[in-house]
């Protein structure tokens, strides 16, 4: 019989992903989800990709009732992973407690129903975010936690703490964490991808709405930064070879392989990439030409961050598999099609 994993947030951006993935890899997939930042045809979608129809259920994790009952209608759930989060930096500095129970709670809820319900394993979407700037690049596991940026960053270290706590305290629950670094792209059959609501905040999704025509110019953020090119460096990792962390990450949990009850991987390339770099790679790849402007610095902006893989390259047999060409490439076909389907 297949193995029945709830994903929570499964119809968002790396969550649908995610659920393509674990369905190609024999999985049965029920997905939550409040639809706050996506929408129900995502499920369509999900179809016709992976072949396979997933159970979904609009439900808030916030909502502890809603979500016994979820576990009671699904039963034999063994694995959980949770995507449902808000997670735009900026607006959890305005509205703070918005991101601490929305973020916080829905864990804690997760957390208390997996022994009820038997459900052995979860997966935390963790972030680069809780290094800071690292001291040392590219940055371990082991680097230090540094105090976060904004409300966001600090609901996901305090999110890795309340798993560690929990396992600590006896509960019988596995745990793998997940640091992401900066994912992009769409999948190969642009039927899901990124829908970013409103001005994307994220450079990407701006990058491909203003080589459509949406948006007038892409603003660079500071070109006077300690890098080669005076431009941000970030770890760009194409959203299947994430999704496909998951899946192995899932595996590892309920075939007991794990070495500690709690694990961390940095889920990245290895490869620090420019903001600059990353234009000129977009236009390359697509043979558009992007209209774009050097501008000051964003506030609260890491100058530099890149993964060292080594720990997830060994101990899970994860690799980033794509290249950036190809990944840009992927987010501008998902850009065309959006704009076929009239989106945006
Ligand atoms: N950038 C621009 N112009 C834009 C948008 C972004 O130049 O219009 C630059 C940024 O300054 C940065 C790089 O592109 O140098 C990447 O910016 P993103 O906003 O795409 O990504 P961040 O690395 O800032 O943010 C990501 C995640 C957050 C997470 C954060 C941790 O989106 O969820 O990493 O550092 F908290």
Request: with cysteine; proline share 5%.
């Amino acid at each position: 019989m297949k193995k029945r994993i709830l994903v929570t947030g499964g119809t968002g951006y790396i969550g649908s992903h995610t659920v393509v993935e674990l369905q190609n890899s024999g999985y049965d997939v029920v997905i939550v989800d409040n639809l706050s930042n996506s929408s129900a045809d995502v499920v369509d979608n999900i179809e016709k990709v992976s072949g396979v129809r997933p159970a979904f259920e609009k439900l808030d994790c916030l909502d502890f009732e809603g979500m016994d009952k979820l576990f009671t209608k699904y039963p034999g759930i063994k694995g959980i992973i949770h995507f449902a989060a808000s997670k735009a930096v900026g607006e959890s500095v305005q509205k703070p407690l918005l991101y601490y129970r929305n973020n916080l709670l829905s864990l804690v809820n997760l957390l208390e129903l997996m022994p009820k319900h038997g459900v052995e394993g979860i997966i935390f979407s963790s972030s680069c975010t809780v290094y800071g700037q690292p001291d040392i690049l590219p940055v371990t596991e082991e680097a230090p936690i540094k105090k976060a940026e904004s409300p966001y960053g600090n609901t996901k270290q305090i999110n890795e703490e309340i798993i560690r706590d929990t396992v600590a305290s006896g509960a019988p629950i596995h745990a793998i964490m997940l640091r992401y670094f900066n994912p992009i792209g769409a999948h190969p059959t642009a039927l899901i991808g990124e829908l970013p609501n409103g001005v994307p905040q994220n450079l990407l999704p701006y990058v491909t709405q203003t080589a459509i025509g949406i948006r007038e110019k892409l603003s660079v953020f500071g070109d006077d930064y300690d890098t080669p090119d005076g431009s941000c460096i970030r770890d760009y990792i194409y959203v299947v070879d994430l999704a496909k962390a998951h899946v192995i990450a899932m595996d590892r949990i309920l075939e007991n392989k794990q070495k500690e009850k709690v694990e961390v991987f940095n889920i990245g390339t290895g490869k620090g990439v420019s903001v600059l770099e990353l234009i000129r790679t977009f236009e390359k790849a697509t043979g558009v030409k992007l209209n774009y402007q050097i501008v000051g610095r964003r506030a609260g902006d890491i100058e530099k961050v890149w993964a060292n893989p080594d720990f997830a390259n060994k101990e899970l047999g994860w690799k980033a598999e794509a290249n950036l060409e190809d990944t840009l490439r992927s987010a501008w076909n998902w850009q065309l099609k959006l704009r076929e389907r009239n989106i945006q």
